[in-house]
């Protein structure tokens, strides 16, 4: 057999697995919900419309493969996962609102309050984070002391310092003399938070030494920042169902790819790739190919062999 040809069974065998742990993904958010016509219906459709439509699930994947690469492989790992997830469906629903983005279509379907109204969308991401936070209290073979641990840096990823703080930054966000620096710090509040949590989680599930979560916090937030980078240049550049939500909602916002243009924006872009994996390889997790194959279908369009 050729190398090509190994690196191609490689590569389809990662895949493979990939897609088994995202379907075991998919049947643990489904499980893990009340079923819609549970009292009160309406409130549990919207639930569901948001949270099961279909998606990358790529934050509970980077979740599972991180504490997988870690030595962690049982089934608390896969629904701390699945907490980031119903928390990023939350934002979801939240910031399609009219009174925020005025998004009418995510992931090919109309958004949360379009397919219901606006006061059940709200309601629906509440119920969602708060059934996040009942998830983690109910791990099976972890400690009260790691539990405490999880709600801790859930309630630090949602609240004041990260998710909400980011939406109202992005809010009152107008392209004025805005640096770099500047951007940055938004991109890490608003899409950062869930990758920090995401990874994070993994690692105190793991316990780990403090050097190697240093180093996870690194490729943490260099892959937060090149996953909104990569929304930016979308929005801009891609049609509505190629993008499979509303576009054109950055315009007159402050983003890298207003204030440095395209060609700048996608070497920043390739630059977020390679101090990420610089990190994430020293962290000493034992399945790095798997994560090499993860980031080239986020960021298929980059020339990722030049990156690699």
Known sequence: MSINNEKMSSKDTILANVLLVKNKIEKTLESTLPCENTWPVR???????????????????????????????????????????????ASLILDDLPCMDDAEIRRNQPSTHVAFDESTAILSATALLNHAFSVIS?????????????????????????????????????????????????????????????????AILSNISRNRKQYLSEFSHYLGLAFQLMDDVKDKVMTQEDASKSVDRDIGKATILAIKGSEQSLSILENYLIRAKKALSKAQLTNLNTFDVLLYNQFSFLNMDAIN
């Open 43 to 89: 409130l549990h459709k919207a639930q569901r419309h948001a949270l099961l439509s279909p998606g990358k699930r790529f934050r509970p994947l980077l979740c599972y493969f991180v504490a997988n690469g870690l030595g962690r492989k049982d089934n608390s790992v896969l629904l701390v996962g699945c907490v980031a997830e119903m928390v990023h469906a």
């Open 138 to 202: 109910k791990l099976d073979n972890v400690s009260d002391t790691v539990k405490v641990k999880l709600v801790d840096l859930l309630s630090y990823t949602v609240g004041s310092d990260g998710l909400i703080a980011g939406q109202m930054a992005d809010l009152s966000n107008i392209k004025l003399n805005t640096s770099l620096e500047e951007v940055e710090r938004l991109n890490t509040l608003k899409t950062g938070a869930l990758f920090d949590f995401s990874i994070e989680s993994a």
